[in-house]
């Protein structure tokens, strides 16, 4: 309130109170709860998959009283990998207020962005840009790859652009950067708007 700003959504991280992560954006005048689907990679995945989707539908009567949406993400935890798969897990649920959180940046160490969201479709329900160099990832290390500002790496925003477009999204995006003073959020604003032609 005190800025104006609407909340569009909260990270829940893996926690598996999804009923009171939704409850509490809900409180603050939110729409959205990303949930990360955690993955242990020594056990079995089916497991892993089963588990998600047990946290997930437990939180979902709170999701529909409170018409909050909650979003899956992979981010890089390893589960979800196939745009296939993140289609197939999401529509097994099939729930009006669940979908997926797509983060354009994460995606292409697993794929092409705009082929995902051809594929997801009406089930993305919220967007975080980044930026993602895989010539910085190769000399620097992992999280350099991100470093780049947005509009300086190797995604095909036109495609992205096209693809977003194909889908008919008209949902928030949020560039997941660093902050900064005045000077750099004008910044951020400008690359996303170049980038998302706004």
């Known amino acids: 309130e005190k800025t104006g700003l609407p909340v569009h959504g909260i990270v829940n991280s893996s926690k598996p109170d999804l009923a009171g992560a939704v409850e509490f954006v809900a409180s603050i005048g939110g729409s959205s709860v990303l949930y990360v689907a955690p993955y242990d990679r020594k056990r079995p995945l089916m497991e892993s998959w089963n588990e998600n989707q047990a946290v997930i539908r437990k939180g979902l009567p709170a999701a529909e009283k409170h018409q909050v949406k909650i979003l899956v993400e992979n981010v890089w935890a390893g589960f979800l990998i196939s745009a296939f798969d993140a289609v197939r897990f999401i529509d097994e649920i099939n729930h009006p207020w669940f979908g997926s959180y797509f983060d354009v940046g994460n995606n292409v160490r697993w794929g ?27 000399a620097e290390g992992l999280s350099k790859g991100f470093s780049s500002p ?44 170049t980038v998302l032609s706004l």
């Open 150 to 193: 947005i509009g300086e790496g190797i995604i095909e925003w036109d495609a992205v652009r096209a693809a977003l477009k194909g889908i008919g999204y008209q949902g928030w995006a949020t560039a997941e950067v660093g902050s900064g003073d005045r000077t750099r959020l004008a910044d951020i604003a400008a690359r996303m708007n």
């Open 112 to 138: 092409v962005p705009q082929h995902w969201i051809e594929l997801l479709g009406p089930r993305i329900g919220r967007l975080d840009i980044k930026e993602w160099d895989e010539r910085k990832h190769r």
